[in-house]
């Protein structure tokens, strides 16, 4: 009898684990996924309280309102027509065409489930019909008007298609993010266009990178401090296919994004890929310019974050910016030969300090580089789904860093101010 | 006289934990009460609490009980009740119905249990009877969802393999306590291939574990308990590579958005249920978790995660682990090795059973049709949840007779020695 209560006692600790482990996923699963499940656009939950609830505003890093409520409980836009079709695919719109943007994939601060029991019974006391949180977002709107309209204008007129990310590589903010071709919120007609307007390119188009993927050549070339001289082409023959998907998996790819502000579909890099044949390699704009700040960092990869702060209607504040890391990728020393790989590579014509690589894959063009100073610790990838030379995108890069350039308020410069 | 001491101080504990239990019902249903404005709400605020303290209060009047064993099962029970008056109150009735019978056919078991001795004679009894019992549902069974596992009888509805639980587990610790391996096991095989033929898959997998742990339990062999794992494993296996409704599940349970609309629409609203509760809930009464649709039975832990949140869950999950340890505490204190085995396998049962349903509602597991313990709707669930405690309960007042018997040795001894 005395071995068998051991054996009762064996039998209890292992159903004893086994509620741990329900514990434990269902927190871990919770905390990654659960903002997932909630802004799902088919949940009821939200959707009724919308009838109940005002939405909060949504503003950009400088205070700017990209979207309100008016009396009449409609949600409004920005004035400008321009800058409502640059922002769009970032705030969506009430009728959830945008998968995962603010209006939905924040809703829970937006539709004021994340207030506090008091402050619920404080709306209860007033009588006044309950507001959501504020949500203040680290892009810039005036920035990511004119990456739009640089994107715009380096494409095809008459069917604009493509994307392009600004982040700060020191803090991994989101500066801008836009997608063409683009559709205004406030005119349900223009989704009927080509191209998949209500798409996302920018976190949920998958490219084939080609010269974007310079980073990850450039890091494994230099593993063994062999030398990054020649094209992109001749590094890729110096190269096996082992150690460049090894570094593309250091990089992220393969790696399932559960970021807390975006959701970004995942990269993908197949098992067998030969260095000379990446047509099947697949990446997201926002992953790219990721691995580009991650260069510029010191080989810290910084998790991409839109939320500057969260303010609930009393002035409560529920969340404020804080940066994440996401990943060491490489050494400092790796990563400044990488830079150093990379400034050998940069096209003319880009103002001082600026490293990059332009090109085209398939039927894109693409840019993708970063501002090494520490003043002004930007990345950005631009892509255009447009064939022909590299200057297609480099050309819309060199008026948005020109664009930067004049202004030398950078909205990377001023987040301690924030 | 220390004993005696903490015995009062225990039993003191125990009253108070019953007045708080029998508080938060009955302020929980008057909310539902004043909310609907009903007289259902306010007879349930009575008669729940009610309840409550009939059966954590008559049963000890018969027999000597674990009264903390007894709070925690009537806690579950009103907590179903709880739930399904908010969501069906039509089911909250005839649930509170079988609650009441319920902690009748909890003092039959106890009684039982009692006169069983070494469990022989009766188990020989009950072989046959659980044979007809499981077979029952193949010769006049109708399907739900997918499995053929209920019968009808003069209008009530049943699930034959919920009484067979508990007919098993006596069958099993009878002739397991003996090592009559030849009996026991081919009625295990027996029962698993008609529930096998059923389809009621969930329910095989319990009366597998168990059958598994109980033969560890009396034996003590790893190498068993290895092989039989390593069975099911493959079993499980086989089952995937043979059967196509099998293979669906899997692929549900890997990613129930690919197919939200059909087969993934439950674990969706599931998860979505979950993640708009958060930490703390949205409140009895509110929320939407009726769009699960099968909000009653399987899912009803989502249903308490989205109302009462995800403390709260937890805190349910943690009296599951105190009713595991309660049992298993009676199943060592026992001095026979029957009595052992049968209150050890009745423990696993509702353990395994708690692990399989929420790890399904969570996404650690593929979901299986079972309930939720004592939760959950459905008579022929609740009675057999409740015939397990009542075979707890009868090991347990054997061995407070036992120790009773001790005490009264002892004091004849001292008595003698005077």
Same mark, same amino acid.
Request: some cysteine; hydrophobic content about 50%.
């Given at each position: 009898?005395?071995?068998?209560?051991?054996?009762?006692?064996?039998?209890?600790?292992?159903?004893?684990?086994?509620?741990?482990?329900?514990?434990?996923?269902?927190?871990?699963?919770?905390?990654?996924?659960?903002?997932?499940?909630?802004?799902?656009?088919?949940?009821?939950?939200?959707?009724?309280?919308?009838?109940?609830?005002?939405?909060?505003?949504?503003?950009?890093?400088?205070?700017?309102?990209?979207?309100?409520?008016?009396?009449?409980?409609?949600?409004?836009?920005?004035?400008?027509?321009?800058?409502?079709?640059?922002?769009?695919?970032?705030?969506?719109?009430?009728?959830?065409?945008?998968?995962?943007?603010?209006?939905?994939?924040?809703?829970?601060?937006?539709?004021?489930?994340?207030?506090?029991?008091?402050?619920?019974?404080?709306?209860?006391?007033?009588?006044?019909?309950?507001?959501?949180?504020?949500?203040?977002?680290?892009?810039?709107?005036?920035?990511?008007?004119?990456?739009?309209?640089?994107?715009?204008?380096?494409?095809?007129?008459?069917?604009?298609?493509?994307?392009?990310?600004?982040?700060?590589?020191?803090?991994?903010?989101?500066?801008?993010?836009?997608?063409?071709?683009?559709?205004?919120?406030?005119?349900?007609?223009?989704?009927?266009?080509?191209?998949?307007?209500?798409?996302?390119?920018?976190?949920?188009?998958?490219?084939?990178?080609?010269?974007?993927?310079?980073?990850?050549?450039?890091?494994?070339?230099?593993?063994?401090?062999?030398?990054?001289?020649?094209?992109?082409?001749?590094?890729?023959?110096?190269?096996?296919?082992?150690?460049?998907?090894?570094?593309?998996?250091?990089?992220?790819?393969?790696?399932?994004?559960?970021?807390?502000?975006?959701?970004?579909?995942?990269?993908?890099?197949?098992?067998?890929?030969?260095?000379?044949?990446?047509?099947?390699?697949?990446?997201?704009?926002?992953?790219?310019?990721?691995?580009?700040?991650?260069?510029?960092?010191?080989?810290?990869?910084?998790?991409?974050?839109?939320?500057?702060?969260?303010?609930?209607?009393?002035?409560?504040?529920?969340?404020?910016?804080?940066?994440?890391?996401?990943?060491?990728?490489?050494?400092?020393?790796?990563?400044?030969?990488?830079?150093?790989?990379?400034?050998?590579?940069?096209?003319?014509?880009?103002?001082?300090?600026?490293?990059?690589?332009?090109?085209?894959?398939?039927?894109?063009?693409?840019?993708?580089?970063?501002?090494?100073?520490?003043?002004?610790?930007?990345?950005?990838?631009?892509?255009?789904?447009?064939?022909?030379?590299?200057?297609?995108?480099?050309?819309?890069?060199?008026?948005?860093?020109?664009?930067?350039?004049?202004?030398?308020?950078?909205?990377?410069?001023?987040?301690?101010?924030? | 006289?220390?004993?005696?001491?903490?015995?009062?101080?225990?039993?003191?504990?125990?009253?108070?934990?019953?007045?708080?239990?029998?508080?938060?019902?009955?302020?929980?249903?008057?909310?539902?009460?004043?909310?609907?404005?009903?007289?259902?709400?306010?007879?349930?605020?009575?008669?729940?609490?009610?309840?409550?303290?009939?059966?954590?209060?008559? #049963?000890? %009047? +018969?027999?000597?009980?674990?009264? $903390?064993?007894?709070? /925690?099962?009537?806690?579950?029970? &009103? !907590?179903?009740?709880?739930?399904?008056?908010?969501?069906?109150?039509?089911?909250?009735?005839?649930?509170?119905?079988?609650?009441?019978?319920?902690?009748?056919?909890?003092?039959?078991?106890?009684?039982?249990?009692?006169?069983?001795?070494?469990?022989?004679?009766?188990?020989?009894?009950?072989?046959?009877?659980?044979?007809?019992?499981?077979?029952?549902?193949?010769?006049?069974?109708?399907?739900?969802?997918?499995?053929?596992?209920?019968?009808?009888?003069?209008?009530?509805?049943?699930?034959?393999?919920?009484?067979?639980?508990?007919?098993?587990?006596?069958?099993?610790?009878?002739?397991?306590?003996?090592?009559?391996?030849?009996?026991?096991?081919?009625?295990?095989?027996?029962? #698993?291939? %008609? +529930?096998?033929?059923?389809?009621? $898959?969930?329910?095989? /997998?319990?009366?597998?574990?168990? &059958? !598994?742990?109980?033969?560890?339990?009396?034996?003590?062999?790893?190498?068993?308990?290895?092989?039989?794992?390593?069975?099911?494993?493959?079993?499980?296996?086989?089952?995937?590579?043979?059967?196509?409704?099998?293979?669906?599940?899997?692929?549900?349970?890997?990613?129930?958005?690919?197919?939200?609309?059909?087969?993934?629409?439950?674990?969706?609203?599931?998860?979505?249920?979950?993640?708009?509760?958060?930490?703390?809930?949205?409140?009895?009464?509110?929320?939407?978790?009726?769009?699960?649709?099968?909000?009653?039975?399987?899912?009803?832990?989502?249903?308490?995660?989205?109302?009462?949140?995800?403390?709260?869950?937890?805190?349910?999950?943690?009296?599951?682990?105190?009713?595991?340890?309660?049992?298993?505490?009676?199943?060592?204190?026992?001095?026979?090795?029957?009595?052992?085995?049968?209150?050890?396998?009745?423990?696993?049962?509702?353990?395994?059973?708690?692990?399989?349903?929420?790890?399904?509602?969570?996404?650690?597991?593929?979901?299986?049709?079972?309930?939720?313990?004592?939760?959950?709707?459905?008579?022929?669930?609740?009675?057999?949840?409740?015939?397990?405690?009542?075979?707890?309960?009868?090991?347990?007042?054997?061995?407070?007779?036992?120790?009773?018997?001790?005490?009264?040795?002892?004091?004849?001894?001292?008595?003698?020695?005077?």
């Amino acid at each position: 009898m005395k071995r068998q209560r051991i054996r009762y006692k064996l039998l209890a600790l292992l159903v004893f684990a086994l509620f741990g482990g329900l514990v434990v996923y269902g927190g871990y699963t919770y905390l990654t996924n659960g903002s997932r499940w909630f802004a799902y656009s088919k949940n009821s939950r939200v959707s009724s309280q919308k009838q109940s609830v005002i939405a909060g505003d949504i503003l950009d890093r400088d205070g700017t309102v990209l979207a309100t409520t008016d009396a009449d409980g409609a949600r409004v836009y920005q004035a400008d027509e321009a800058a409502r079709r640059a922002m769009v695919h970032l705030l969506g719109d009430t009728a959830n065409h945008v998968a995962n943007a603010v209006e939905s994939f924040q809703s829970s601060y937006l539709y004021g489930f994340r207030a506090t029991l008091w402050e619920r019974i404080a709306d209860l006391r007033s009588g006044e019909a309950r507001r959501g949180d504020t949500v203040q977002l680290n892009v810039s709107a005036p920035l990511t008007t004119a990456l739009s309209e640089a994107l715009r204008q380096a494409c095809d007129p008459e069917d604009p298609r493509g994307a392009a990310v600004v982040m700060n590589w020191q803090t991994g903010e989101i500066l801008a993010a836009v997608s063409l071709p683009s559709f205004d919120p406030n005119d349900p007609q223009d989704l009927r266009g080509a191209g998949a307007p209500a798409l996302n390119r920018a976190v949920q188009g998958v490219y084939s990178p080609g010269p974007a993927l310079a980073p990850v050549i450039l890091a494994a070339l230099s593993e063994n401090g062999e030398s990054a001289g020649g094209t992109l082409g001749d590094m890729l023959g110096r190269v096996s296919a082992e150690r460049l998907r090894a570094w593309a998996e250091r990089f992220g790819f393969g790696d399932n994004f559960l970021f807390r502000d975006l959701v970004v579909l995942n990269s993908t890099y197949p098992a067998g890929t030969a260095p000379q044949e990446l047509s099947g390699v697949r990446a997201t704009p926002v992953h790219l310019c990721m691995t580009a700040a991650a260069v510029a960092n010191g080989g810290l990869m910084m998790e991409p974050r839109l939320l500057l702060r969260v303010t609930g209607p009393g002035g409560a504040q529920r969340l404020s910016f804080t940066a994440a890391e996401y990943r060491w990728v490489m050494t400092p020393e790796e990563a400044a030969r990488v830079c150093e790989g990379l400034r050998a590579l940069t096209p003319a014509g880009l103002p001082d300090g600026v490293i990059g690589i332009a090109g085209p894959s398939g039927a894109d063009s693409w840019f993708l580089g970063c501002m090494t100073a520490d003043d002004m610790p930007l990345a950005l990838c631009l892509v255009a789904e447009q064939e022909g030379d590299r200057d297609t995108a480099l050309s819309a890069a060199r008026q948005i860093f020109a664009w930067m350039a004049e202004r030398e308020a950078a909205p990377a410069m001023d987040i301690a101010g924030k | 006289m220390r004993r005696n001491r903490k015995e009062d101080k225990a039993r003191r504990a125990g009253k108070g934990l019953v007045w708080a239990v029998m508080l938060f019902f009955f302020s929980a249903f008057l909310l539902l009460g004043l909310r609907d404005m009903a007289y259902q709400g306010f007879l349930l605020a009575v008669t729940v609490p009610a309840m409550i303290w009939l059966g954590s209060n008559v #049963l000890p %009047l +018969l027999f000597p009980s674990d009264r $903390l064993l007894l709070s /925690l099962t009537n806690f579950l029970c &009103a !907590l179903g009740v709880l739930v399904l008056y908010d969501t069906s109150p039509s089911d909250a009735y005839s649930q509170m119905a079988f609650y009441g019978i319920g902690i009748a056919a909890m003092g039959v078991c106890i009684w039982v249990v009692r006169l069983s001795g070494s469990g022989r004679r009766l188990s020989r009894m009950l072989i046959p009877l659980s044979l007809l019992l499981l077979s029952l549902p193949l010769l006049m069974g109708t399907e739900i969802n997918g499995a053929r596992n209920w019968i009808r009888v003069a209008g009530v509805s049943f699930q034959p393999s919920e009484a067979v639980k508990i007919l098993m587990l006596i069958v099993l610790a009878a002739f397991m306590s003996r090592r009559r391996f030849w009996i026991w096991f081919p009625f295990a095989v027996v029962c #698993l291939g %008609l +529930l096998m033929l059923q389809k009621d $898959l969930g329910t095989a /997998l319990l009366y597998y574990g168990v &059958a !598994l742990l109980m033969y560890f339990a009396s034996c003590g062999s790893f190498a068993v308990l290895g092989a039989g794992l390593a069975g099911g494993a493959g079993a499980a296996f086989l089952g995937y590579r043979m059967f196509a409704h099998v293979r669906r599940r899997v692929a549900v349970w890997r990613n129930p958005w690919a197919d939200y609309e059909n087969a993934g629409y439950q674990i969706a609203q599931g998860l979505m249920a979950i993640a708009s509760g958060g930490l703390l809930g949205v409140g009895l009464g509110l929320g939407d978790p009726t769009r699960i649709p099968e909000y009653r039975n399987d899912f009803i832990f989502a249903v308490i995660c989205e109302q009462f949140g995800l403390i709260f869950a937890v805190c349910v999950l943690a009296m599951y682990v105190a009713l595991v340890w309660r049992g298993a505490t009676v199943a060592m204190a026992a001095r026979r090795s029957f009595h052992g085995l049968l209150a050890m396998g009745a423990t696993l049962m509702l353990g395994l059973q708690t692990f399989v349903i929420i790890g399904g509602v969570i996404k650690l597991i593929p979901l299986t049709g079972v309930t939720l313990p004592f939760v959950s709707y459905g008579g022929s669930s609740l009675l057999s949840s409740m015939c397990l405690i009542g075979l707890i309960q009868g090991v347990s007042s054997l061995n407070e007779d036992d120790l009773r018997e001790d005490a009264r040795l002892a004091y004849l001894g001292e008595g003698a020695g005077l």
